[in-house]
């Protein structure tokens, strides 16, 4: 068995083997250690270390004095893209079928990317537009975009495509909206905040004049923040939703 396993991994795999109980033979043991590797990404809690850990890291950054500049100041949030890759590995692939299981289209969709001071981003629905089959350890890229909004909620398309961009293998349409505590903010408010639009940059020098507690009265539209940032100017409260029946996936 150690014939087939490089030599540089050796030695580690040395000092896992000898974590299993030393009753069982070699091959066994072996086996045993090539399905847990396998099947790593779905341990307990390892999917939730993947979505927290670049909160935390963002968090350290912050209080170890790290800044970085405002890029969404002036830009339209429906021309922003975020994009991940992933391939489809043993573990979450259909043993029978040997492609990306359903399932996993729903683990790798990407949440928030907006940087909406106060607000927050809650799932209402999905809808999935199923297209190609992703096969075993193919490497696929997952890509999302605002497609518009109305006065509540946005409506996020994730495509799930090759690294090529050639083959499009999956849609999925998320119908989300923006809370804080209780309360739902609207959509174009919370980009006006943050800068965004034809009038971001008039707008971000007013909110440098807010402090926390009023940007928060003002994305609610209540108290003193209100009343300071009264000159802050929103962009309409319902856009590009002319297009809305022609989305993959409705919802």
Same mark, same amino acid.
């Given at each position: 068995m150690s014939a087939l396993v490089p030599a540089p991994l050796q030695p580690k795999l040395a000092a896992l083997l000898a974590?299993?109980?030393?009753?069982?033979?070699?091959?066994?043991?072996? +086996? +045993?250690?090539?399905?847990?590797?396998?099947?790593? @990404?779905?341990?307990?809690?390892?999917?939730?270390?993947?979505?927290?850990?670049?909160? *935390?890291?963002? @968090?350290? @950054?912050?209080?170890?004095?790290?800044?970085?500049?405002?890029?969404? *100041?002036?830009?339209?949030?429906?021309?922003f893209r975020l994009s991940r890759s992933f391939r489809a590995t043993p573990d979450s692939c259909d043993s029978f079928g040997m492609h990306l299981s359903n399932s996993e289209y729903a683990v790798s969709l990407v949440g928030e990317f907006y940087q909406l001071e106060n607000a927050s981003f809650a799932l209402g629905a999905t809808s999935y537009v199923f297209k190609k089959e992703i096969p075993l350890m193919a490497k696929f890229t997952v890509t999302s975009e605002l497609l518009g909004h109305d006065k509540k909620w946005l409506y996020i398309q994730t495509r799930f495509h090759s690294p090529d961009d050639k083959t499009t293998y999956a849609y999925c349409l998320s119908h989300v909206v923006l809370k804080h505590k209780r309360r739902t903010i609207p959509p174009a408010r919370a980009f006006a905040l943050a800068g965004y639009g034809a009038d971001g940059a008039a707008n971000w020098e007013i909110v440098q004049t807010l402090n926390a507690h009023e940007k928060l009265q003002w994305l609610i539209g209540e108290g003193e923040g209100e009343k300071k940032g009264g000159a802050i100017r929103v962009a309409d409260a319902e856009r590009a939703m002319e297009g809305k029946g022609e989305w993959p996936g409705q919802l």
């Open positions: 974590l299993l109980p030393s009753s069982i033979p070699s091959p066994l043991r072996y +086996a +045993a250690l090539c399905l847990l590797l396998l099947n790593c @990404q779905h341990f307990p809690g390892v999917w939730h270390a993947r979505i927290i850990w670049p909160w *935390i890291k963002f @968090q350290w @950054q912050v209080k170890l004095g790290k800044r970085w500049p405002n890029t969404r *100041i002036g830009k339209d949030p429906l021309d």
